[in-house]
C-alpha cells in the first residue's frame, strides 16, 4: 500500500521502535548490555566453541587502498579502531566538562580532580607493591580506571535513593580519570615512536584546529581528516590509535552560530512564513515554498546548537549499544579450564583486586578530606560522608577502561589471563559492595 501525502497516521514501526529508543537512552543500559556481553564471552570461551572464540577475534582483516594494505586481528581493530570512537566520546565530554561543566573552575574541579587522582595513585602504587619486579610490573596502569558505564548504571538502578548532586560528583570524578588514564595510555604504553608518523599526525591536528578557527562546522570535515588522517598517522606511529580520538574531539567546534535570542526570532519569522504557506490545494511534496522553509528551520535548530552538542549526542547510543559491548565480548572471555585458584593468588591479580577494591575506596575518600579539610572544596550538597565511600567503591569497577590498558600491557600468556580474572573479581566485589552500601544510606 502505498503511502498517501501528507499523512499524520503513525508508522506501524514507531510503537515497535519506542521501547527500543527509551532502552538506549536509559542511564543503565551501557552497564545492563557489557554485563550481557561479559556472560556471553565467558560462557563462548567455556564452550565447546571455545577454539572458534579465539580464532575469531584472531582473523586478519585487511584495508586495502590501491597497492596500500593495513592487516591486523580482528581483535586490534576493535581496540585501536572501535574503541578510538570511544575515546573520542570521552573527549568531547571532557571538553565539555572543561567548558561549561564541573570541571569549568578551580573551585567545581578542586574535589573532583584531586578525588581522581587519589583514586589513581593509590591503586598504582598499592599494585606496584606486589609487582615491583617481574613479569607483572608493566601492568600498574590496570587499577587506575573506573568503568563510567557500570558506575553509573548502579546508581540509576537506585532511583531517588541517589542524591543528583553524587550522580555529577561521580560523573566529573570518572571523566577526571578517563582524563588520567589517557595520559597513562599516551606516555607509558606506547610502544617505540615513528617519527615521521607522527609528524604526518602533527599536520592533520592542524589541519583540524584550521578548521575549527574557520568556521567549519559539518562534520565529514572533521571525520576525513580525524580518520582519515589523524587515527591513521597515530596507528602508524606506535602511540596508540584510541589518544588520536581524545585529541580529535578537542577540536570538535563547541560555539554555536546563533545566540538563544537569534534563533528565537529567526523561528518565530520562519513559524510565520511557514503558516502563511500552507494550503489545503497544495499537498506537502507539490509546496515547495513550504520544504524550504522547514529547511531553513532545520539548519536554525543546528546552528543554535554546538557541533561538539551534536557529536556527543550522535556517537553516545553507538557507543553504548555496539561499542563497549562488542569490547567487552573480544576481551572478556576466560578459560575457566585452567586453575582459577592459581590465577587469584598470582601477584597480578593480587595487585588489581587489592587496587580497585581497597586503593580506589580509600584513595579516594582520603584525598577529598584533605581537600575538604585544606579549604579548597565543600562536599556537594546532599552528599554525605557515606556517599563518598559508597562512591569509591563504585569507583573499583573498572572493567572497560582496566580491560583496555590490560592488553596494552600484556600481550600474551599468564599475565595477560591473571589480570583478566582480577577485574572480573574486583569489578564484580566493588559493585555489590558500593551498592549494598547506597541501599543502607537513608535519604536525607
Known sequence: MMEQPGSRTQPLIQPMMEPFQRFIHAQSTGGVLLLAATVVAMIWANSP???????????????????????????EWINEGLMAMFFFVIGLEIKREILVGELASFRQAALPLTAALGGAMLPAALYSILNTTGPG??????????????????????????????????????????????????LFYTSTISWLSLGVGAVFLALLIAANLAGVRHPLVYSVLGIGGLWLAFLMSGVHATIAGVVAAMTIPARTRLTGREFLSRGKDLLE????????????????????????????????????????????????????????????????????????????????????????????????????????????????????????CLAGIGFTMSLFITGLAFTHGPSLMSAKVGILVASTTAGTIGWLFLKRIRPE
Open 137 to 186: 610490573a608493566p601492568g600498574w596502569g590496570i587499577p587506575m580506571a573506573t568503568d563510567i558505564a557500570f558506575a553509573l548504571g548502579i546508581l540509576a538502578l537506585l532511583g531517588s535513593r541517589v542524591p543528583l548532586a553524587l550522580k555529577v560528583f561521580l560523573t566529573a570524578l570518572a571523566i577526571a580519570d578517563d582524563l588520567m588514564a589517557v595520559l597513562v595510555i599516551a
Open 273 to 392: 512564513r511557514f503558516e502563511q504557506a500552507m494550503s489545503p490545494e497544495k499537498p506537502p511534496l507539490a509546496n515547495r515554498e513550504r520544504q524550504q522553509i522547514a529547511h531553513h528551520m532545520k539548519t536554525a535548530v543546528q546552528q543554535v546548537e554546538t557541533p561538539l552538542q551534536q557529536l556527543e549526542q550522535a556517537l553516545h547510543p553507538w557507543v553504548t549499544v555496539v561499542v563497549m559491548p562488542v569490547f567487552a565480548l573480544a576481551n572478556a572471555g576466560i578459560t575457566l579450564d585452567a586453575d582459577i585458584g592459581a590465577m587469584l593468588i598470582n601477584p597480578v591479580a593480587l595487585g588489581v583486586i587489592l587496587g580497585l577494591l581497597v586503593g580506589k575506596p580509600v584513595g579516594i575518600v582520603l584525598s577529598s578530606w584533605l581537600v575538604i579539610r585544606g579549604g579548597l572544596a565543600t562536599l556537594p550538597s546532599g552528599v554525605s560522608w557515606p556517599h563518598l565511600w559508597a562512591v569509591g
Open 49 to 75: 566453541w571455545a577454539g572458534f572464540y579465539e580464532t575469531f577475534w584472531n582473523l586478519p582483516v585487511s584495508l586495502v587502498v590501491g597497492p596500500y594494505a593495513l592487516t591486523e586481528p580482528l581483535l
